[in-house]
């Protein structure tokens, strides 16, 4: 066992990470001190969502027709305030706010952009199922000092400088990269930090663990049931059939693929031509994760992190787990097999 597991904090982790890099300035590390601080109090509010009526719905709609749980919100303003007054910001964007967010004008404009899931997987609150914080971050591309624009935030996710999860889950996980590895750590709410759980993360290159809604099976195209059908075929020779494992929580099922390998894969069908989930808090950020596992992510013909986004909340087809897997998947959608 690692002698830094469970005793190394994230903090501390982060401040040998900026000696050992000097490129790296203390001011990335103050940003994600204080992403880590928000998620301890999130973690909180969905620990004990069954005890203090966080639980439900708000009565309200999101931009996108969507009914907003309470704790949708708690987590959304929990990390606006936790954030916008760090001096590490310009701008932020989020699936809860229709536009921009801006730094407040007696607050310092920092030299970085955050796009952020407060809570993905919301619908599975009030069952208890794992749900997760997801986040992306870019260096400015417009002068210093001034708010942050539109255009800092619209950049191909190749251009991330850190991107991460946080997994409210049997344990809560800050699980995160800056483009040296992808590292792992653990909530001890007893001692009130984030310890090292899991250094320099590598996703298994293949894995037999699928995960998609399979119920949309008739919505799917002709390349994506011809994956299902081969998946599902029985060939031990190939350790076929795989094995389907399927929470309906992006980032609980993201976390068992880098951990055990595998694949998840959301589709476009004929409800959501596009796919379902967002290009820039969702697909963007776990691709710059799992590319720094060594794994891959892609819309089915090109690279997750190549695409070029149109606007904030753009949806994409998201194929992401093993390298090998994905490259099968591409391959089936692509009509080479
Ligand atoms: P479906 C949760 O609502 C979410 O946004 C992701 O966390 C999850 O992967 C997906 O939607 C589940 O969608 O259509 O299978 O219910």
New binding site residues.
């Given amino acids: 066992m690692s002698p830094k597991k469970g005793i190394l904090t994230l903090s501390r982790f982060m401040f040998e990470q900026e000696r050992e890099f000097p490129e790296a300035t203390g001011e990335f590390s103050g940003l994600l001190s204080d992403m880590a601080l928000a998620a301890k109090v999130v973690a909180r509010s969905v620990n004990k969502a069954g005890l203090i009526e966080v639980l439900g719905f708000t009565g309200d709609e999101n931009i996108f027709g969507e009914e907003v749980k309470k704790l949708d919100i708690i987590a959304f303003e929990t990390f606006i305030r936790a954030l916008d007054h760090g001096g590490h910001l310009c701008v932020m964007a989020s699936e809860e706010s229709d536009g921009l967010i801006k730094i407040p004008s007696y607050h310092e404009k920092g030299k970085y952009v955050l796009l952020f899931d407060p809570l993905?997987?919301?619908?599975?609150i009030d069952v208890n199922v794992s749900?997760?914080t997801i986040f992306s971050m870019f260096r400015r591309i417009s002068p210093d000092g001034n708010d942050g624009t539109l255009e800092d935030c619209l950049q191909p996710g190749y251009k991330q400088v850190g991107a991460g999860y946080i997994l409210y889950g049997s344990s809560t996980m800050f699980v995160y990269s800056t483009g040296t590895g992808v590292h792992g750590f653990t909530f001890d709410p007893s001692i009130g930090e984030f310890l090292l759980s899991n250094e320099d993360l590598k996703i298994p290159e293949r894995g037999n663990m699928f995960s998609?809604?399979t119920?949309?099976v008739n919505r799917w195209s002709q390349g994506i049931r011809k994956y299902y059908e081969y998946v599902t075929t029985l060939d031990a020779k190939t350790k076929r059939p795989y094995s389907l494992r399927?929470?309906?929580?992006?980032?609980?099922?993201f976390h068992r693929s880098l951990l055990y390998g595998g694949v998840?894969l959301?589709p476009p069908d004929a409800k959501?031509p596009k796919g379902?989930?967002r290009l820039m808090y969702?697909a963007n950020p776990l691709a710059f994760l799992v590319e720094q596992a060594g794994g891959a992510a892609s819309d089915g013909h090109t690279p997750i992190l190549q695409k070029q986004p149109e606007e904030i909340h753009e949806r994409t087809p998201l194929y992401i787990g093993s390298k090998d897997e994905v490259k099968l998947i591409e391959e089936f959608i692509q009509g080479k097999r």
């Fill in positions: 993905d997987g919301s619908s599975n749900i997760g998609m809604n119920g949309y399927y929470i309906g929580s992006l980032v609980a099922d998840f959301y959501s379902k989930l969702e």
